[in-house]
């Protein structure tokens, strides 16, 4: 009889410090976790400086018709690549240029960035960008580890080629000159 | 060992009041009864429950700007406890490594530049979490104390219901690589 109440007083006793630890400061709850995850995309852009290039006075049959340079700034931050293009494109080649309905080619306007020489927009689409016959690469700028972010800063020129004997008519000749960054 | 009258003393000394224990029986003599107490102590509760939100996304970060995560986190806090030994239930949000509070490649985001924010609760504006532990609960530079509830006998079996909005402040943080920025972020509840 006496083993038997000891084992109950025992049991009682477990009980009661159970009991007493078990509401007190410093419980604390099981961790939550909230999972967090933020994407940044690749960028890749082209500014220019201004949007207007003007030719005052054109000059039949000649290559000395200059409009006015455009700085520009292309910029990207890449995760993978093996270069930056720039392309020069017009959307309509026929009619790169237009006085009513009277229209220089793309490929009597010529484009180039720095010193290299003058190209004709006659080229065909890079890396998806671009129409056929009526596209110039700009540059193309390798890329790789070291170089996925940074940017560059180019002035265009373009001119038209009317050499050697293309005459127009008196009038405005108006067109749009589209600039795109590719990665390839 | 005890003999059985000592043994009765101790028993009192521990509890109170309440159940017999039977005597030692002998052959005509009825032993003293003696009177014990049964304390039953119900545990404590305190959990955190998640119930939306759990899993945050930036679809497209920009950098030198504010960034919010689009949804709050919803955060269930519920207790059962002793207003006697309780003053405060506190919830903290932290990050384990406060400088690494998020990863992407090899850039890492500190803590310092993720803000947390729940109205119903003490950060009512954009925080950073970058503050110390409460309670022994958080990391040093890493932690937000998201509300702090003093407990009394009218709410010592509660449940609240609080929202915490994220933000990420890349202004004037270095542009980032394109790459998955992750980390973990820790809610855990303590009492004070």
Do not use: C
């Amino acid at each position: 009889m006496l083993l038997v109440t000891r084992g109950i007083a025992g049991a009682l006793a477990l009980t009661l410090a159970a009991g007493t630890a078990s509401a007190q400061v410093g419980l604390t709850s099981s961790p939550a976790t909230v999972g967090l995850t933020a994407t940044k995309a690749s960028t890749l852009s082209v500014l220019p400086l201004i949007n207007t290039a003007t030719l005052a006075s054109i000059t039949d049959s000649s290559s000395a018709n200059v409009f006015s340079p455009v700085t520009l700034t292309t910029a990207w931050n890449l995760k993978a690549g093996s270069s930056v293009d720039l392309v020069g494109w017009f959307a309509t080649p026929t009619q790169a240029l237009a006085n009513g309905s009277d229209f220089i080619p793309s490929s009597q306007v010529e484009g180039r960035v720095g010193a290299t020489a003058y190209a004709p927009f006659s080229n065909g689409a890079t890396g998806g960008v671009g129409v056929a016959n009526g596209s110039l690469v700009l540059f193309s700028q390798a890329v790789g580890a070291g170089t996925f972010k940074s940017s560059r800063s180019d002035q265009l020129d373009v001119r038209l080629n009317l050499a050697p004997s293309t005459s127009t008519i008196a009038g405005d000749y108006t067109g749009t000159l589209n600039l795109e960054a590719v990665v390839q | 060992m005890p003999t059985h009258p000592r043994f009765g003393a101790v028993l009192l000394g521990l509890v109170g009041t309440l159940v017999t224990v039977p005597a030692e029986a002998q052959a005509g003599r009825l032993a003293q009864a003696q009177v014990l107490s049964l304390v039953l102590a119900a545990p404590s509760v305190l959990g955190v429950t998640i119930t939306s939100g759990a899993s945050q996304s930036i679809a497209s970060l920009t950098d030198n700007a504010v960034n919010g995560f689009p949804s709050p986190v919803t955060i269930l806090t519920n207790w059962n406890l002793n207003p006697g030994q309780t003053a405060r239930v506190n919830l903290v949000a932290y990050f384990t490594t406060p400088s690494q509070a998020l990863v992407g490649g090899a850039t890492q985001i500190p803590s310092s530049r993720v803000l947390g924010r729940v109205t119903t609760g003490l950060p009512v504006t954009f925080t950073a979490i970058s503050q110390g532990p409460v309670g022994g609960i958080g990391t040093a530079g890493g932690s937000l104390q998201l509300f702090s509830q003093a407990i009394s006998g009218t709410n010592k079996v509660a449940t609240r219901t609080d929202n915490l909005d994220l933000q990420l402040d890349l202004v004037g943080f270095p542009t980032l690589d394109p790459e998955n920025y992750t980390g973990t972020l820790t809610l855990q509840a303590v009492t004070q």
